[in-house]
């Protein structure tokens, strides 16, 4: 079965330093791959996405990812973590010619002034 | 407006009755999904819509879910029958394009619909 998977449930980081949410994924192909934040009572923000070519892919808000293909990993990091950043964070995979984005679980980010 | 707009925003259904959730896309959008988000879970595929074609219904959990989008607009979920199980946040996303094989359009999201099933 494809699947997504967020190892934490958590990460906690302090304001300024930098911070990775991981996620890997099983999914047959070269998926498409996406980061979405989601805040309290909201629905989910699309973050970044990589397709091909460059393995980091900056987004939105400072946001960038690293994707590692041997590794079949997509994290997600910021240099410097700010406290508005609290949030949970999804990852999700596109299988190319599918209907279905996968999610992750979610990971909760809590950072600490 | 400029969003994905949902319908209610919290709904309370006893168990058995039936609900309607409804999700207005951004305009113009072509590609229209619907889903399921349980407590501390991911979002989970339910359907596909483009324009007003059901292309992809293998994520409705039984046949007391039906979804519809007659116009290639508006589209309707429908649960019959609810169940304690049915209670979880209901996603609708639209994307502007067909999904495709070279389409990776990312996923606009309304803030969804919290059903609780009592």
């Known amino acids: 079965a494809q699947s997504v998977a967020q190892p934490e449930d958590q990460v906690n980081v302090a304001e300024g330093n930098p911070l990775t949410v991981k996620c890997t994924y099983s999914?047959?192909?070269?998926?498409?791959l996406f980061w979405y934040v989601q805040y309290p009572n909201r629905g989910l923000q699309f973050l970044l996405k990589?397709?091909?070519?460059?393995?980091l892919v900056k987004g939105s808000y400072g946001f960038e990812a690293e994707f590692n293909k041997s590794q079949t990993s997509f994290h997600l990091k910021k240099p410097s973590a700010l406290v508005s950043d609290s949030a949970l964070y999804f990852c999700?995979?596109?299988?190319?010619?599918?209907?279905?984005?996968?999610f992750g679980a979610g990971t909760r980010l809590f950072v600490k002034a | 407006g400029a969003g994905v707009s949902q319908s209610p925003r919290y709904k309370v259904a006893k168990r058995g009755q039936d609900v309607a959730l409804r999700c207005d896309p951004i305009?113009?959008?072509?590609?229209l999904f619907w889903y399921q988000q349980a407590l501390g879970q991911g979002p989970e595929f339910l359907t596909y819509?483009?324009?007003?074609?059901?292309?992809?219904k293998s994520g409705l959990p039984s046949d007391r879910f039906f979804a519809e989008r007659p116009e290639g607009s508006v589209s309707t979920l429908k649960i019959q029958r609810t169940q304690q199980e049915d209670s979880a946040v209901y996603l609708c996303?639209?994307?502007?394009?067909?999904?495709?094989?070279?389409?990776?359009?990312?996923?606009?999201f309304g803030n969804g619909t919290r059903l609780t099933v009592t």
């Open positions: 996303a639209s994307s502007p394009r067909p999904v495709s094989w070279d389409d990776n359009s990312p996923l606009h």
């Open positions: 999914v047959s192909g070269n998926p498409y």
């Open positions: 990589y397709i091909t070519g460059d393995n």
């Open positions: 999700a995979a596109l299988n190319t010619g599918g209907f279905k984005t996968i």
């Open positions: 305009s113009g959008h072509v590609s």
């Open positions: 819509f483009q324009n007003e074609a059901q292309l992809d």
